[in-house]
């Protein structure tokens, strides 16, 4: 892959940062749900966990490079160059993220990791950043090899990352928005609507709507569940205190914790 661009990785940081601000305040302006906030405790500890997975997959990414020249992959070996390549770089690396996060549903190894995100009680934008640095190290672990295969710059991975990151941060976000206009922009991207489903602690909600950008994935995988209706959605992980867990020590050690009635069920099947 190319060197990473350091325009490009400055303009990502800068549309992650605004996305969180915005969304921040439009939920305190403006939630979709008053009542069962993490507060600013919640919200701090959550963002120092970001704040360190940041500073880890750049110091990553910069220990990798540099990376061989984009198009000598797959998608050069198809002559997708330019607009084209781009384009399609993009579709595999959401695909991939897809992918990937039913895996982290469905290999126990993988879950123990990932629960760190599930556990929180109260979702919010804030809950977008919240992984574990171990996840964080096996998420870049299993990136890297895909976008080498693509045959994807350096460039393509932080313009996928510019996209995917103010979307998450969305989709956790508790903000309001009006159901029609979540059900309208549901068929092209992940909506909270959708996500929040996603956080539920029943194991049936839990395996679907894995999709981390468009929400095409899981109509195809046949994975999509929505859920309308005004009522506060559940959010945690049965078997958790989060009097215990919701500490930062607490939530480093928990992937070495024994995973007891926790952990979900397989990849869910068809919907």
Same mark, same amino acid.
């Given at each position: 892959?190319?060197? %990473? ?14 996305? %969180?601000?915005?969304?921040?305040? /439009?939920? =305190?302006?403006?939630?979709?749900? !008053?009542?069962?906030r993490?507060?600013l405790?919640?919200?701090?500890r ?19 490079a540099?990376?061989?020249?984009a ?11 330019g607009?084209?390549g781009?384009?399609? +770089?993009?579709?595999?690396?959401d695909? &991939?993220?897809?992918? &990937?996060?039913?895996?982290n549903?469905? *290999?126990?190894?993988?879950?123990? &990791?990932?629960?760190? =995100? ?12 919240r ?6 190290l096996? +998420? ?7 976008a ?5 710059? !350096?460039? =393509? ?10 979307v ?17 922009l549901?068929l092209? /991207? /992940? ?9 539920? $602690? ?10 981390? *950008?468009?929400?095409l994935?899981?109509r195809?995988?046949?994975?999509r ?5 005004p @009522? ?5 992980? $049965?078997?958790l205190?989060? !009097?215990?867990?919701e500490?930062?020590? @607490?939530?480093l050690?928990l992937?070495?914790?024994? $995973? ?5 069920? $397989?990849a869910a099947?068809?919907r």
């Amino acid at each position: 892959m190319d060197a %990473l661009p350091a325009p490009l990785a400055e303009h990502k940081a800068l549309a992650t940062g605004a996305a %969180l601000a915005i969304l921040w305040t /439009v939920e =305190h302006l403006a939630p979709a749900f !008053a009542e069962g906030r993490g507060g600013l405790r919640h919200d701090a500890r959550n963002l120092l966990l970001g704040a360190g997975n940041a500073l880890l997959v750049g110091g990553l990414l910069a220990w990798l490079a540099p990376w061989p020249p984009a198009g000598t992959g797959l998608l050069g070996a198809l002559g997708a160059r330019g607009a084209l390549g781009v384009g399609l +770089g993009l579709l595999c690396l959401d695909l &991939w993220m897809y992918a &990937w996060h039913r895996l982290n549903h469905a *290999v126990p190894f993988l879950w123990r &990791w990932h629960r760190v =995100h599930h556990a929180d009680p109260a979702v919010d934008a804030s809950t977008a950043v919240r992984f574990h640095p171990g996840e964080i190290l096996l +998420g870049t672990a299993g990136r890297v090899p895909v976008a080498l295969l693509l045959g994807l710059g !350096a460039g =393509h991975v932080v313009l996928y990352e510019m996209i995917l990151l103010p979307v998450i941060l969305f989709h956790h976000s508790n903000a309001r928005v009006p159901e029609r206009l979540d059900r309208w922009l549901g068929l092209v /991207v /992940v909506t909270p609507a959708l996500h929040r489903i996603h956080h539920s $602690p029943d194991r049936a909600e839990t395996d679907s709507n894995y999709a981390s *950008v468009l929400s095409l994935w899981d109509r195809l995988a046949r994975t999509r569940r929505a859920r309308r209706g005004p @009522a506060r959605p559940r959010y945690g992980l $049965p078997g958790l205190d989060p !009097a215990r867990t919701e500490r930062l020590g @607490a939530l480093l050690r928990l992937p070495f914790a024994p $995973p007891g009635p926790v952990a979900p069920s $397989p990849a869910a099947g068809p919907r």
